[in-house]
C-alpha cells in the first residue's frame, strides 16, 4: 500500500520517529479501526486515529447529540445538537483529513450484532457507557480473536486496559458481574479526554506491533489526586468468555 506525496508530508513528524518510518505508516493506511461509541472517549480517540492516518475507521453509535454532550464529546458543536453522533463525528472527521475511510453505523451494539460489526478491525475501541454493550464486544472480539481496548470513566476517575484475546484477562475476567449503573453520571471532561488520548496510543501500538502494551494491568487515573495506578489483574480460569483460548 503505497503513500502518496501528501501522504508523506501530513505524516512526516510521526514517521521521523523510531520503530515507525514509512513501513509503519503503510501499516496504519492498511489497519482498520473499530470506534465503538462516539462520546466522551470515542469522540477523542477517532480524533487521534484519524489524524494519525488509520486507513479504515469505522464509528457506531446510536445516539443523537445533546447539550449535556458537550462538556466532553470535542467532534460536535452547538449546531449539532440533534443529529445523530455517528454521522457528524464522520462528516468532521473527514474534514481533517480526507485520504482515510470513515464508516458511520447508526445503530445500538448487541450480542447479535457486535460479530458482524467488529468483523476485519485490526483493533476495537471501547468507547462505551454502559456494561450490557461492554460484554457483548469483549465476547465478540475474545471469539474473533480481536485486541479490545477497554476504558471507562467516571466523575474524576478513568481506567484502560488493553485486552489481548488468550494472552491476557478480558474484561469478564475483571468484571464478572456488572456493577449498578445510572445514567447521566458526574464527568469531568477532561478525563475521557485523558484517557481515550492512551487508547488511541495502545491502538497504534498494536497495528504496528511496537512497544509494551497494557495487557494483564489495568490503569487508575485520579485526576483530582493527579495520580496514575497500576493494578495487576490475572485471568480468571472459569471465566466465561475466555476460559477456552
Ligand atoms: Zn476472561
Redesign the pocket.
Known amino acids: 500500500m503505497a503513500l502518496t506525496e501528501r501522504e508523506l508530508e501530513r505524516y512526516n513528524r510521526q514517521i521521523k520517529l523510531p520503530n515507525f518510518g514509512v513501513e509503519a505508516q503503510k501499516k496504519l493506511k492498511a489497519a482498520k479501526i473499530l470506534v465503538a461509541g462516539v462520546g466522551g472517549l470515542g469522540t477523542a480517540a477517532a480524533l487521534y486515529l484519524t489524524a494519525a492516518g488509520v486507513g479504515k475507521l469505522v464509528l457506531v453509535d446510536k445516539e443523537t447529540i445533546e447539550l449535556s454532550n458537550l462538556n466532553r464529546q470535542i467532534l460536535y458543536t452547538t449546531e449539532d445538537l440533534g443529529k445523530p453522533k455517528a454521522k457528524v463525528a464522520a462528516d468532521r472527521l473527514r474534514s481533517l483529513n480526507p485520504e482515510i475511510s470513515i464508516e458511520a453505523i447508526i445503530v445500538e451494539i448487541s450480542e447479535e450484532n457486535a460479530p458482524d460489526i467488529i468483523k476485519g478491525c485490526n483493533v476495537v475501541i471501547d468507547g462505551q457507557d454502559n456494561y450490557r454493550t461492554r460484554y457483548a464486544l469483549n465476547d465478540a472480539c475474545?471469539t474473533h480473536r480481536i485486541p479490545f481496548v477497554h476504558a471507562s470513566v467516571h466523575a474524576y476517575e478513568g481506567r484502560l486496559m488493553t485486552i489481548l484475546p488468550g494472552k491476557g484477562?478480558?474484561y469478564?475476567?475483571i468484571v464478572p458481574v456488572p456493577p449498578p449503573e445510572a445514567g447521566g453520571f458526574p464527568i469531568l471532561g477532561t478525563v475521557p479526554g485523558t484517557i481515550s488520548t492512551l487508547q488511541a496510543t495502545e491502538a497504534i501500538k498494536i497495528v504496528l506491533g511496537i512497544g509494551k502494551l497494557y495487557v494483564g494491568r489495568m490503569l487508575i487515573y485520579e485526576a483530582l489526586e493527579m495520580m496514575f495506578y497500576e493494578i495487576k489483574v490475572e485471568?480468571?480460569p472459569e471465566?466465561p468468555?475466555?476460559?477456552l483460548l
Open positions: 475474545i484477562p478480558c469478564r475476567c485471568r480468571n471465566c468468555s475466555c476460559r
